[in-house]
């Protein structure tokens, strides 16, 4: 991989890890085209998702360092036998429903194999529709009134329904972000609140995938220049971070709808493409 193709993928990564497009759907796409092995785009993916990991902790720091302090006083008190469900602070609140919204990714990893498998044989069919799911969640979040819920209001049960969502972007072309933060509308819960929390839930999801795939790839020998890594994941993470701010302002001021469209004209011209080529 040349330089000029790693900033290219890392612009590209960086920009739909975060806009409601999905990132893995788009780098398929530019690799099903241009014939990249299976076992280099696995690692690409994995490197330039942690660019993006690099991303949302610049643009979210104050709020992830005061998690990460409330998580170890979490712990002293598990040891300590003081830890209780009642009464918790609003950090702490937190932690809990980000662990609770990661369960259902737990249960779905396994199969997530299975489904890179058919789009790497060429299933752009399959990467349509994933498309075009997203698209149809874009577009019933759109129609929900604005909420005002934030994490004091925050159940059991609306974690594990923004977690569910989550879970089903591991398969590529269903965004993450798209579908965590519309879930998050959609369950009555403010612009700014759905996007903070969208970002922070995929700090584990970014970060565990990302270790797996940089494990797999490189038991299967991947041959890949460090430089072009390093100048991916540099324009991911640069690109991530000016994503990170588009996207909260896009949310706030209504105009969210035109990634619903982008989704539906890109899930339905992969759809026919992969008709024209199964022909």
Known sequence: MTILEAIIQGIV??????????????????????GMAPESSTFVMAVLHLGTLLAV?????????ELIKEAFNMLGDIFTLKFT??????????????????????????FKSIYDNIVRQGSLIILGACFLFTSTVLFL??????????IKEMKYGNALFIGFFQA????????????????????????????????????????????????????VGSNLEILPMLV??????????????????????DKYKVFAIYTLIVGLATVVLGIVQAL
């Open 168 to 219: 089903l972007a591991i398969f590529p072309g269903v965004s993450r972000s798209g579908s965590t933060i519309s879930s998050s509308l959609i369950a009555g819960f403010s612009k700014e609140f759905a996007v903070k929390f969208s970002f922070i839930l995929g700090i584990p999801a970014i970060l565990g995938g990302s270790l797996i795939e940089i494990k797999d790839a490189l038991e």
């Open 232 to 253: 991916g994941f540099i324009a991911a993470a640069l690109s991530g971070f000016l994503s990170i701010k588009a996207i909260a302002w896009l949310v706030k001021t």
């Open 141 to 150: 979040a759109d129609r929900k009134d604005h909420g005002r819920k934030a």
């Open 13 to 34: 990564q960086g920009i739909t890890e975060f806009l409601p497009v999905s990132s893995s759907g788009h780098l398929a796409l530019y690799q099903h085209f241009t």
């Open 57 to 65: 902790f610049i643009a979210f720091y104050k709020t992830i360092w």
């Open 85 to 110: 469900l009642k009464n918790m602070n609003l950090n702490r609140k937190m932690i809990m429903m980000l662990i609770v919204a990661t369960i259902p990714l737990l249960i779905l990893i396994p």
